[in-house]
C-alpha cells in the first residue's frame, strides 16, 4: 500500500506535466467541438427535411442549441483563459434559445398553421386545453 | 491536430448555415422563415467564437455575445409581431 502511494506521488509529476495535460485537454476540446458541430448540421438537416412548421421548430432549435453548448464547451476546453465568457455564453444560449423557440411555436399555433400534410403530427394539446377552458383564450 | 478538426468543425457549421438558408429562402410560412432565421444565427455566433480563436482575439468574444442577444430580441419581436400584432 505504502508502495503504491509512493510511487503515485513519483508519478504524479509526470502525469499532471502542464504541457501533455494542456495537449490532451486541447485535443478533447476539439472532437468536442466537432461533436456539436455534428450536432447543429443535423438541426439544419431536419429544418429542411421535416413535413411541417412544429416539427422544424422543434429539430431546429433543440438540436442547434445542443450544438452550440457543446462546442463553446470545446472551445472552453482548448482556451482556458476564455472560459468565464464562454460559460456566461453557454448560459446565455441554454436560456434564450428555448424561449424564442417556445414564443414562435406559440405564434405559429396562433395563426392556426395546419399541423402537417400527410397528418403524421396528431396531438394538439394547446387546442384541447383551450377547448377545456374557454375563458383562458387571448384575443 | 487540434486546428484541422476545428477547421473541420467550422465548416460543417458553414453547411449547416447553408441548409437553413435554403429553408429560410423557400420556407411557405413566416415562422418557417423565423425559425430558420433562428438556426442561422445562432450557428454563426458559434462561427464567431471560432473565429477569435483562430485570430486569438477575446474581444471577438463580446461580439457574439451581442450577436446572440440582437437575434434573441429580433425572433420575439417577429413572434410577437405575428401573434398579437404589436
Known amino acids: 500500500m505504502a508502495c503504491l502511494v509512493l510511487s503515485g506521488s513519483l508519478l504524479w509529476p509526470v502525469i499532471l506535466k502542464k504541457d501533455i495535460k494542456m495537449d490532451v ?7 468536442i467541438t466537432l461533436i456539436g458541430s455534428i450536432f447543429m448540421v443535423l438541426g439544419a438537416l431536419g429544418l429542411v427535411r421535416m413535413p411541417d412548421v412544429f416539427n422544424r421548430i422543434q429539430t431546429g432549435t433543440k438540436a442547434s442549441t445542443l450544438g452550440t453548448i457543446l462546442s463553446l464547451l470545446g472551445l472552453a476546453l482548448i ?13 446565455f444560449v441554454g436560456l434564450t434559445n428555448p424561449v424564442s423557440s417556445h414564443v414562435l411555436a406559440r405564434a405559429a399555433h396562433h395563426l392556426k398553421i395546419p399541423m402537417s400534410v400527410s397528418d403524421r403530427t396528431v396531438t394538439d394539446k394547446l387546442s384541447e386545453y383551450y377547448n377545456n377552458n374557454p375563458k383562458e383564450v387571448e384575443e | 491536430m ?24 423557400k420556407g411557405p410560412t413566416t415562422a418557417d422563415k423565423v425559425v430558420a432565421f433562428d438556426v442561422m444565427t445562432v450557428s454563426s455566433s ?14 471577438y468574444l463580446d461580439v457574439a455575445l451581442v450577436y446572440g442577444l440582437l437575434s ?15
Open chain 1, 25 to 31: 485537454l486541447a485535443i478533447i476540446g476539439a472532437f
Open chain 1, 79 to 91: 482556451v482556458p483563459s476564455w472560459s468565464g465568457k464562454l460559460i456566461s455564453f453557454i448560459l
Open chain 2, 2 to 25: 487540434v486546428n484541422t478538426i476545428l477547421t473541420i468543425a467550422g465548416a460543417l457549421m458553414l453547411v449547416a448555415i447553408l441548409l437553413s438558408l435554403y429553408r429560410f429562402l
Open chain 2, 46 to 59: 458559434a462561427i464567431l467564437v471560432l473565429l477569435g480563436y483562430y485570430s486569438n482575439r477575446y474581444i
Open chain 2, 72 to 86: 434573441f430580441i429580433g425572433v420575439i419581436i417577429v413572434a410577437r409581431y405575428i401573434e398579437k400584432g404589436y
